[in-house]
């Protein structure tokens, strides 16, 4: 029987479809009943970057850029090794034997045919050269994920104004102290709906809409659906107009307003209770693309309207279901723009899986503190507050995108990848994305424990 089958099988039950189910269901085991607690949505908005659109200059670059290295200095004082670290103007006339520490900025990675890396480092007095010899596999291995822009800290001999370095110390996020919802309460995440593309799913949207609303599923999985309170949309709510050359072939809906009311028409079935929660994304043409990205706004009134709507920047950080002892969950929500460049451009992470390991993604990020690291992975606007920084450890990471969903951890931050409800576009295999439909990432707030809902 294929998956599809089974899935239908089990809809027809009144089962809901998570991959457990669908592997249960050749061996028929039951499924436990638990008691049903009245729970309420609460949530925060806990960090947003606004923008007023103004003549952006080259001054504003320069602004951004030192008060980029001047956070990221201040975030990688944290590290023990940072304690020793000197200015690059006064490590290029060091005469000592012993290894030194500079804080920089990776201006340019040149790989030579020999296998040696050679990369330039800049702080905001000087730059320096520095030599990865290729007889250090441990860090030709680390050089493998490098990319521009990036701060580290760098530790190495100096020889002739010459870095010859033996470490790399990355900003990192330290380990998340878990936090965990004393009541039972569940988090879908799920973008990059599509409407208006003519490969737009709008049956297996619908059975997804369905069972949040508690029509399918026996007692136990309308249970699990009445306790998710809240569903994140991490951007690409509809296909949007003029995205990229020839797209209108590939449209059902041609006119912006209208593919936000069809979208509308699905969200105002999913009940007043549970807080959807929404970002733009590069589709959403309604808005800017250059990041931040402002809230929805126009073309996006039909989705304003809902009761239960709450619009975020892109990026943003909110907050979901604190209450008295309870801190609640902290929520970075990011569409995920920059990673299409940042695997084409970062060897190591398509060799760690690329496309189909968004936690790969999401960890590389981690480490780095940023979510759009190299100035060319993204249309930033030069803001003095970089919004891509990770200024806060988020409890919950979640972007879309990619089309892929994905549930992975990393030092306690869960990260969640969205997949989406549009079947493949030929412009998505020109760049190597292979779209997995109809998967939805939940997690249960009380065990922090995620899985995967399948709406084939
Ligand atoms: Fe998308
Ligand atoms: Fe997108």
């Known amino acids: 029987m294929s998956n599809q089958e089974i899935v239908k099988k089990l809809l027809d039950k009144g089962i809901l479809p998570t991959a457990e189910n669908i592997a249960q269901e050749s061996t028929n085991v039951t499924i436990v009943k638990p008691r049903i607690d009245d729970l309420r949505a609460r949530v925060k908005i806990v960090k947003e970057f606004d923008y007023k659109q103004k003549k952006i200059t080259a001054d504003d670059f320069t602004t951004h850029y030192r008060e980029r290295y001047k956070t990221m200095r201040t975030i990688l004082f944290n590290r023990p090794e940072a304690a020793s670290a000197v200015s690059i103007d006064r490590v290029k ?12 900025i990776v201006s340019d990675v040149a790989r030579m045919y020999t296998g040696t890396v050679k990369l330039i480092v800049e702080d905001l007095t000087s730059q320096i050269t520095v030599i990865i010899s290729s007889k250090n596999n441990d860090l030709i291995e680390e050089a493998k994920f490098l990319t521009l822009d990036e701060v580290l800290i760098f530790k190495g001999r100096v020889r002739k104004g010459v870095m010859f370095l033996h470490a790399i110390i990355r900003p990192d996020v330290p380990q998340k102290k878990e936090t965990f919802s004393p009541e039972e309460v569940y988090s879908v995440f799920s973008g990059d709906i599509h409407v208006g593309s003519n490969l737009f799913l709008p049956k297996q949207f619908s059975n997804f809409i369905d069972w949040l609303s508690g029509k399918v599923g026996t007692e136990r999985q309308r249970e699990i659906a009445r306790k998710t ?3 994140y949309i991490p951007g690409d709510l509809v296909d949007g107009i003029g995205i990229y050359p020839g797209q209108e072939k590939e449209l059902k809906i041609t006119n912006l307003r209208s593919q936000y009311e069809e979208l509308s028409k699905f969200l105002s079935r999913v009940p007043d209770d549970k807080q959807i929660i929404i970002c733009p994304g590069n589709h959403d043409s309604g808005v800017r ?3 931040p990205q402002p809230r929805m706004q126009d073309y996006a009134e039909s989705i304003l309207e809902l009761p239960n709507v709450t619009m975020v920047t892109n990026p943003s950080y909110t907050n979901i279901h604190s209450m008295d002892n309870y801190s609640g969950q902290d929520v970075l929500m990011y569409h995920g723009y920059s990673f299409d460049r940042l695997i084409d451009q970062v060897e190591g992470l398509r060799l760690a899986g690329g496309y189909e390991k968004a936690d790969e993604i999401h960890k590389f990020l981690l480490k780095r ?22 200024s806060q450890i988020p409890d919950i990471m979640v972007s879309g995108h990619i089309h892929k969903a994905n549930i992975g951890n990393y030092k306690n931050t869960i990260s969640i990848s969205g997949s989406c409800w549009q079947a493949v576009t030929d412009f998505q295999l020109k760049f190597g994305h292979v779209p997995d439909p109809g998967m939805i990432p939940i997690i249960n707030l009380k065990t922090r424990k995620g899985s995967m809902l399948s709406f084939k």
Request: aromatic share 4%; no cysteine; glycine share 2%.
């Open 93 to 104: 006339d060091m005469l000592s034997d012993e290894d030194q520490v500079i804080i920089g």
């Open 229 to 231: 309170k809240y569903f």
């Open 289 to 291: 693309l250059e990041e």
């Open 369 to 390: 503190r940023h979510l759009s690291p190299s100035h060319n992975l993204n249309l930033t606007i030069p803001m003095k507050q970089d919004s891509h920084i990770i």
